[in-house]
C-alpha cells in the first residue's frame, strides 16, 4: 500500500467511503448488516492491492466487525427510539451468542484465510437463497423455542457471524422471522445483537492478528485501521437513514436486487479459492 500513487489512494478512499454508504443504509434498511457489504469489498480492494492471501480475509473480517461496532450502535439506537428492540429476548439470549462469538472467533484466528473465505461465501450464498425463495412472512414456528434449543440458536448466529465479520441481522432476522417475529422487531432486534457480536469480534481479531506477517500498514491485529476510519463515517451517518427508509417504503424490489448480488459474490468467493 505504500507504493500506491496519490490518485490510486484518492480512488481507495473514494470507494471505502462510498462502501460506508451503501453498507450503512443497508445495514438500517434490510437488516442484512453492512459487514455483508463490506467484507467482500475489503477482499477484492485488499486483494486487488497484492495483500497476502494468508491474512486477506482475516483483515476484511477483522476491519469489517471493528466497523460494525460504530454501525450497529447508530443502528441499534435508530431501531430502540422507535420501539423496535425486544430487550426482553436480549436479555435471555445475550450470553449463548457471547459464547458463540468467542468460540467462532478462536476458530477463525487458527483457520487459513481460504478455509474463512469460502465459509463466507457459502452462508453469503444460502443467504441469499433465502432471501429469493423464502415467501415473506412465512414462519416454522409461532415462538421461539425453549431451552436448549433458543441457546443453540444464539450460540450459532454468534460463532458464523463472527466468522463472516457481519453483525446480527444477516443470521438474526431469517432466524426470528421463522419464528414469527414482525420484521421490523427482527430488524431492531438484529441490530442490537450486532453489537454483542462485534465488540469482542474486533477484539478478537486485533489478538489473534499480532505479530502476523504480511498486514497491510496501519494494522492492529486483523483491524486495518485505513479501512476502519474511512468507512466509520459513512456508515454510522447512513444507518439511520436506512432505518427511517425501512419504515417507510417497500423495500421489496431492493432486497431481490441485494440478494442476486449476494449470491453471485458468495459463488465467486468460493470458485477464487477452490479453483
Known sequence: MEDLSLASMALLAGALLATGVVAG???????????IVIVPVLYY???GLGLDP???????????????VATGYSSARAHWKRGSVDLDLLKRWWWSIAIGVIAGATLAGNISGGALTIIFG???LLVSLNMLFRQNGSALAKHLPGSPFKELIGFVIGGISVMMGIGGGTLG?????????????AVG?????????????????MYFGLGEEGLPPFSIGYVNLIGFFLIIPASTYCAPL??????????????LV??????FTGLRMIYNVMF
Do not use: Q
Not at 441485494?258 to 449470491?263: D, E, I, Q, S, Y
Open 189 to 205: 432486534t438484529a441490530a442490537a445483537i450486532g453489537l454483542i457480536i462485534a465488540i469482542p469480534g474486533a477484539l478478537a481479531s
Open 242 to 255: 436506512g432505518a427511517r427508509i425501512a419504515h417507510a417504503i417497500d423495500a421489496s424490489k431492493l432486497k
Open 45 to 47: 480492494m485488499f486483494s
Open 122 to 124: 457459502v452462508v453469503a
Open 258 to 263: 441485494f440478494a442476486l448480488f449476494l449470491g
Open 173 to 185: 432476522v431469517p432466524i426470528l422471522t421463522l419464528f414469527n417475529y414482525p420484521i421490523r422487531l
Open 25 to 35: 443504509i443497508i445495514a438500517g434498511l434490510l437488516g442484512v448488516g453492512g459487514g
Open 54 to 68: 494468508d491474512v486477506l480475509m482475516h483483515v476484511a473480517v477483522g476491519t469489517s466487525l471493528a466497523t460494525i
